[in-house]
Structure formats: structure tokens, C-alpha cells
């Protein structure tokens, strides 16, 4: 994700469901620990699956199995989630968690599809200038927030305001956007910003210094109440919203109704919400720590996600009463390089070490088919992912030899390759996880095959991997992304620095030029350049997406599972029959 940038995240981890949440940015990496997201809906299966095996929507076989307690329940659906921190304001999130609850009560100018391209939220359409600096959004009419106050330009205009404050802290970025006068404001140079015009109750006009392809959704994001959340308003001081965060006014699908830490936070359907209220009235995420599969099984929770091992679809399959659905993640693995180190600058050492490694052994064969690897920096759901011209880097022993001898890297008497006195020894450093001790497993065998010695060093802890990390002792770090959303999430890594030693002037470019138009079929040519680039060079070994099962309680209806946005996109319109 850009630094600072919210993204629409839906994390599942353990069954416990992220759905919209500040991500951590894509120059900070994040835990490959797991954690995936659920992904994009699919047809219907109409046939029975054989056992482990589900391409498609399965319905549920029989839903007289259902537990009791799930047949009671008429008006409220429960989904489990990892407890949240109470911080629930929008811009102002403690925990990835938080978002997962503000994306529930609020909505944004802007949402995103299937593809991660923008459609209408609260603004009905939206104008961009020819010269694509100036943004104009145009307002549903009759919008509210959840007391039945008015939401109008003035609410777009605070919100936009406050983010530019200088003593705004919070991880979004709206200065990506270069807002004209966002600066001068930030500075206290001026007491408005120059760019920000209300035109009207309902029109909002925004322009920017320079062309920026994300400006259209960052602009467009939450919306806060002026009249609530602006009322004590001074320049430089916004502890005063840290009181709100508990008692947040929102205007989206449903409100809050009590936050018990550590059990659940309920949520009541907001009659003034602009897609009219919520079909169920009722919704709870379920915030106990325990085993999802049990709280499936026993009726305790409606939805959950899981990894699509054959072992967990079938498991899931006997229970007759769920909704099986597949997905792939929205984010990608890699390890990533050290090129600070002199044998990894060579552009065949890395290519190499790509080949030498059994991608499919370790990510796919060993978790049982519930990955599939990965080549470019995006994820597949995304409108710029593209397999042309990409090297799929297949497992070719052979090859990688010939491009180490090419490199000056020859066999020494003990089968490690040597050059200028010195061994091909890669230091890894990855989290201490079942799914690394596989890969250090395979990967000492497969790149000893190739004379390359590999050393290992495992942390429980992810902060200390990423102090080892930030001191630059290592060769190969494995991490997996945040959630991506624009493309450009998912290559700023390869121009800001984040990877150690890495510095191509054409990937640079390319990057700026995929800033640089908002025009979608002009980007999707510049990104499959950039990708063919990044895939020649071999900064990362790009590992896998992650293929999950979504499993519900097969009386919920209208369920549409929004890569981008997660269940709270379809949330509204969720019935139990």
C-alpha cells in the first residue's frame, strides 16, 4: 500500500474476518504469517464437488443440520473478528481491526469494484478537468449521518481539512494527493486551503498540483460530521477526537450500538443510510479468541474463512448446513533480496536463486493446493494484472547452474560455489512458522543442488525480524504485502528505497508515468511494461497468493465478497432466509 494510504483490507486470520482497515504501508512489509483475505465471488456450482475440490460456489446440502442456536436467529448475523481497539473514527484507527468496524459505520464519496476501479458511494458522479487537475464530486441528495443530521460539501470539506493538520498523525496520506494549499496549511502559512472549493450544498470541487492517478479514491474516502467531529476544531489540536472515538456518528450501513472488549461489538441497521436500511437489523462481530471451526460448527458464527486445504474443505463439506465459496487473496508473498550485498547486485545471481527454488513444492504441494504462485507485484483480482511477456521463473535447476556460472560463481571442492575467495552463502531470515521451517526444508536442499549454501534464522517475535531487517543483515527476508488496492501499491517498494540496493531508473519512470494519467487502458500498458521490468530483474522472488474457502451459514442470502472491499461492500443486503 502507499505510504500511509488506507486500504480496503479483508484479512482473514483464523476465521477471524479483517474487512476495511488502515494497512500497514507497502514500504513496510507485513508478517507472512498466514494471514490472507478473502477474495473475488465466483459462479455456482451446481454439481458435487469430489472431496477437496471446489472451483466454484457450493450450497449448502442440508440445511436441517444447522445448530439451533443459528435457526433461532431471525433479525442478527454474527461474524468473528480479532478484537478491535475502540478506536473507531475513521483516519484515526489503532489496529487494522478498527477499520474493519468503521467500514461498517461509515461510507466513502468513492467505492471500488471487483477490480479495484471506481464506482459511486456517496457521490452519485464525479468530473474530472481536461487538464485532470481539479476533482468535482457531486452529492447524493438527502444524505445523513446516523442521527438524521445533514451530510453536505461542508462535512468533504472539514474532513479533508483536519488530514492536512499538522498535528494529524494517523497513517493517511492525503499529501500524496498534493491538494493546492494542502502544504501551506500544514505549514500555518494559511488558515484555508487554496485547492478545496464547496461550490454548492451538494458540489465539491478539489485541485491538485500535479496529475495523480489516486487522487480521484483518496480524496474520496470516509466522510466525518463537521457539526460532531469539528465542533472543538482549533489548527493544531485534534486530541479532542480521541473522546469520539468511542460514541462514533457515521453514515454508513449500520450504527454502533456497544463495544464489549474482548467479546463483541454490536451493530444496529441505520435507518438514514443513503442505500436504504439494511435488510438485516441486526449484526455482531464476535471478538472471543477461540477455534473458528468451532464456532462454524456449533452456530456460534455465521461466517468464516479458511485456508483451502483439502483437509479443511473437506471437513467443511460434512457439516451440510455452510455455503462453501473460493476466493484468492488480494495481496501476494515474496522474499526479498538484500542487493546491498555484493553477489546479490548480479541480476543473474538473483535470477538464479528464482530458478533454483521449488516454488510449487513449498507453497503449493505442501499446503495442499491452497496457493498458487505468484510472478508480477500485484494481485490477481487487480484490472493491470497480466501474465504477457512474464517469466514464470519455473524450477529449473539446470538453468540456474548455467546463469551461476555465467556470473563467476564456480563449484568448490565441497560443492558450494566460490568466487574471488569467497562462498555463495544466502542468509535468510523469516518468522518461525510451519510454513517457513517447509521452506527452509526445501530450499537448503533445492539450492545445495545448485552449489548455494543456505543459513536460516527464525524469529517468534515479527517486530525483532523487522529490526533484523531494518539493520540489513540478511540476504533473503520472507514477507507477505498488506492488502493492495491501485497498482501503484504494489511496486512503490521498488522506488522508494524499501528495498535495500535496488535502484532502476526505468522502473522509476514507469511508476511515475502510471501516476501520471488517469486514463485506465494507457496504465494498464505502462504497469505490464513496469511488470516485465521488475520480473527481469528479480529484486523478489515473488511466492504465492493465498486460495481460500469462505464458508457461511447457508440461510444468509445477497453475499458478494468484494476483493477490495470484503464483506462490507454486500453487507447491507445480507437476509436470512
Not at 527454488?357 to 493446493?369: E, F, K
Not at 571442492?413 to 510451519?434: A, P
Not at 543483515?473 to 497498482?487: A, E, K, N, Q, W
Not at 535495500?500 to 522502473?507: A, L, T
Amino acid at each position: 500500500m502507499r505510504k500511509g494510504l488506507f486500504s480496503v483490507l479483508t484479512i482473514i486470520i483464523s476465521g477471524a474476518l479483517l474487512l476495511s482497515a488502515c494497512s500497514s504501508p507497502a514500504s513496510t512489509p507485513a508478517a507472512e504469517s498466514g494471514k490472507t483475505e478473502a477474495g473475488a465471488t465466483t459462479s455456482e456450482q451446481t454439481t458435487t464437488p469430489a472431496a477437496g475440490s471446489i472451483t466454484s460456489l457450493v450450497k449448502a446440502t442440508d440445511l436441517a443440520k444447522l445448530p439451533e442456536n443459528a435457526k433461532k436467529r431471525t433479525d442478527t448475523i454474527i461474524v468473528g473478528l480479532t478484537d478491535p481497539s475502540g478506536a473507531f473514527t475513521p483516519y484515526f484507527l489503532q489496529s487494522g481491526y478498527d477499520g474493519n468496524v468503521t467500514s461498517v459505520l461509515f461510507s466513502s464519496l468513492v467505492k471500488v469494484d471487483e477490480k479495484g476501479l471506481p464506482i459511486p458511494g456517496l457521490a452519485e458522479k464525479w468530473d474530472i478537468s481536461e487538464d485532470q487537475l481539479t476533482y468535482t464530486y457531486h452529492l447524493r441528495k438527502d444524505l445523513k449521518f446516523s442521527d438524521g443530521s445533514p451530510l453536505t460539501a461542508e462535512d468533504v470539506a472539514f474532513t479533508w481539512t483536519i488530514l492536512h493538520d499538522k498535528a494529524y498523525d494517523g497513517q493517511y496520506d492525503i499529501l500524496s494527493t498534493n491538494v493546492k494549499g494542502g502544504k501551506a496549511y500544514k505549514e500555518g502559512k494559511a488558515t484555508s486551503i487554496e485547492g478545496i472549493k464547496v461550490i454548492d450544498p451538494l458540489t465539491i470541487s478539489v485541485t491538485v498540483e500535479k496529475v495523480n492517478a489516486t487522487a480521484l479514491q483518496v480524496l474520496g474516502s470516509d466522510v466525518l460530521s463537521k457539526a460532531y467531529y469539528g465542533k472543538d476544531y482549533k489548527f493544531g489540536q485534534l486530541d479532542y477526537i480521541k473522546n469520539l472515538h468511542s460514541t462514533p456518528l457515521g453514515n454508513g450501513p449500520y450504527k454502533l450500538d456497544k463495544f464489549i472488549p474482548g467479546q463483541e461489538v454490536r451493530f444496529v441497521a441505520n435507518e438514514n443510510y443513503y442505500a436504504g436500511k439494511p435488510e438485516t437489523e441486526h449484526f455482531i462481530y464476535k471478538t472471543t479468541e477461540g477455534d473458528a471451526f468451532q464456532f462454524i460448527e456449533t452456530g456460534e458464527q455465521d461466517y468464516g474463512s479458511f485456508s483451502a486445504t483439502t483437509d479443511n474443505i473437506d471437513r467443511l463439506q460434512k457439516l451440510g448446513f455452510l455455503n462453501l465459496e473460493p476466493y484468492t487473496a488480494s495481496n501476494y508473498g515474496y522474499l526479498q533480496f538484500n542487493m546491498e550485498h555484493e553477489a546479490l547486485k548480479d541480476k543473474r545471481v538473483r535470477q538464479a536463486l528464482t530458478y533454483g527454488l521449488d516454488r510449487q513444492t513449498i507453497y503449493v504441494d505442501s499446503n495442499q493446493g491452497a496457493a498458487t504462485i505468484a510472478n508480477i507485484p500485484t494481485q490477481q483480482s487487480s484490472w493491470s494484472y497480466t501474465e504477457e511477456g512474464i517469466n514464470p521463473y519455473k524450477y529449473d535447476p539446470e538453468k540456474a547452474k548455467q546463469l551461476l556460472d555465467e556470473a563467476g560463481w564456480k563449484e568448490g571442492t565441497d560443492g558450494i560455489r566460490e568466487k574471488d575467495g569467497k562462498k555463495l552463502s544466502v542468509h535468510f531470515i523469516g518468522s518461525k512458522k510451519k510454513g517457513t521451517d517447509i521452506f527452509i526444508a526445501v530450499a537448503k536442499e533445492n539450492y545445495a543442488a545448485i552449489g548455494v549454501q543456505l543459513e536460516a534464522e527464525q524469529f517468534a517475535d515479527f517486530n525483532a525480524q523487522i529490526a533484523k531487517f531494518e539493520s540489513g543483515d540478511y540476504d533473503l527476508v520472507s514477507f507477505s504485502t498488506s492488502i493492495l488496492g491501485d497498482p501503484s501499491d504494489g511496486v512503490l517498494s521498488f522506488v522508494d528505497g524499501e528495498v535495500k540496493g535496488y535502484d532502476n531508473p526505468k522502473v522509476k519512470e514507469l511508476y511515475a508515468k502510471g501516476l501520471a494519467t488517469t486514463d485506465i487502458e494507457e496504465r494498464k500498458a505502462i504497469y505490464k511494461e513496469l511488470y516485465q521490468v521488475i520480473n527481469e530483474d528479480a529484486p523478489y522472488i515473488f511466492t504465492s497468493y493465498s486460495k481460500l474457502i469462505l464458508a457461511y451459514n447457508g440461510r444468509i442470502e445477497n453475499i458478494k465478497i468484494n476483493p477490495s472491499q470484503g464483506i462490507s461492500a454486500s453487507l447491507p443486503e445480507w437476509t436470512l432466509k
